[in-house]
């Protein structure tokens, strides 16, 4: 029998920051709504504070019940209370929750609201999920519970969960352990002379032999590097195979461990002699993801460092590539998703200055003409000095 990964200390933990987090923006209830069951997930915040994670696929939702809700979930706070789980299903495993408080049934906006009436809430509530929860879902909810006034907090949970526990640095530990060795077999694949497609699938190998969850495998080779993602974006690896002397680019990115996401990106030659020009491109773009890796530490703004990947993408010159016009970044946070900081110039969230015991990444992406698009992203733990790498691939293989 599958057992919890974190102790339950870590759990009531968990509880005792977010509450107080709670009582700082003078609240006293709070419903904090996830998604699970789908490639496109919000589950973050249930599973952080009860291990809940729904595998309802969410197809079902308008055909069997408009109202159903499939695949939602929630955790209903209050102070001075032990958090109450809404779940989706009327059948769950005691053994791997972190609270003995439940209630659950195939229609979650229905128990929501009968929970509400049997425990007298009324009144301000706080409520975290307007970036997923459907609309129609929410007027149902607010039918429901007319003597609620609804207040929307989306960072209240999120807002804790960017400073990493001991028990969350090591899952992030073994998840930097599996990324990188399926980016070792994906790289080494590509080099064998197997096609993009073999080679997703010897990462996706590795990472489903230890229980971790790909959301995207990237791969893509050749000079339209600069102009494409990928050939083929509804997989995002092709059937082709990449040819002696060609660039390939792989970003291997998902659930590596107990949710924790990590997404570490890789340029390489096959057969690993690059021309000139090859070299300079490929090595210029690892070079500023290690510069700007190795000025993080605790009290760096991300202004810092967005100053140290502008001055180097100048001095490299070349030409703009999707990547790079898609995300104008240098890097964010990491943690059940993406977390802040984002390092960006266009971020304007509160979260700009690094902490310890955060989780993060540096990237960038450079381009020249008719050559193609190089790519690197490293995965690291924030420390007292500087940084703990996660991602151990090589960044480059001459």
């Given at each position: ?47 952080y504070l009860t291990n809940y994670y729904s595998t309802q696929s969410g197809a079902a939702e308008d055909i069997l019940d408009s109202y159903r809700a499939a695949a939602h979930c929630a955790v209903l706070l209050r102070r001075g209370h032990e958090p109450v789980l809404i779940a989706d299903d009327d059948w ?307």
């Open positions: 029998m599958q057992k919890p990964y974190f102790s339950q200390d870590e759990y009531e933990h968990r509880w005792v920051r977010v509450h107080a987090e709670m009582e700082d923006r003078g609240l006293d209830s709070a419903l904090i709504w996830s998604r699970g069951g789908g490639t496109y997930e919000r589950f973050q915040d249930v599973f769950w495993n005691p053994e791997l929750l972190a609270t003995d408080h439940i209630v659950g049934s195939f229609d979650v906006i229905e128990t929501t609201a009968n929970l509400f009436r049997d425990l007298g809430i009324s009144g301000a509530v706080a409520m975290s999920g307007s970036g997923f929860l459907g609309l129609k879902y929410f007027q149902r909810l607010q039918e429901l519970l007319p003597d609620v006034e609804w207040n929307f907090h989306d960072d209240l949970v999120s807002d804790v969960r960017i400073i990493k526990s001991d028990q969350e640095l090591e899952a992030f530990r073994e998840g930097g352990e599996t990324v990188s060795r399926a980016m070792n077999a994906l790289l080494s694949a590509l080099h064998a002379g197997k096609s993009e497609s073999e080679a997703a699938g010897e990462a996706a190998r590795v990472v489903y032999g230890n229980c971790g969850q790909v959301n995207l495998i990237l791969i893509h080779h050749g000079p339209d590097t600069a102009e494409e993602l990928t050939d083929n974006p509804i997989a995002g690896y092709s059937s082709d195979t990449p040819t002696t002397g060609e660039i390939a680019r792989a970003w291997v990115y998902g659930a590596m461990f107990q949710g924790y996401w990590l997404d570490p990106g890789r340029t390489t030659v096959i057969g690993r002699k690059p021309s000139a020009e090859q070299r300079r491109l490929i090595e210029a773009c690892a070079n500023i993801v290690t510069a700007l890796m190795d000025a993080i530490r605790p009290g760096v703004h991300i202004g810092e460092i967005c100053a140290i990947g502008d001055r180097m993408r100048e001095e490299f010159g070349g030409v703009e590539d999707q990547m790079s016009h898609r995300w104008p970044l240098y890097g964010h946070g990491n943690g059940l998703f993406w977390d802040p900081p984002f390092i960006s110039h266009l971020y304007s969230g509160k979260h700009k200055v690094f902490k310890k015991n955060m989780v993060a990444s540096t990237e960038t992406f450079l381009a020249l003409p008719g050559i193609g698009g190089a790519g690197f992203e490293q995965n690291f733990i924030v420390t007292d000095d500087g940084v703990e790498l996660l991602t151990t691939t090589p960044m480059l293989e001459w």
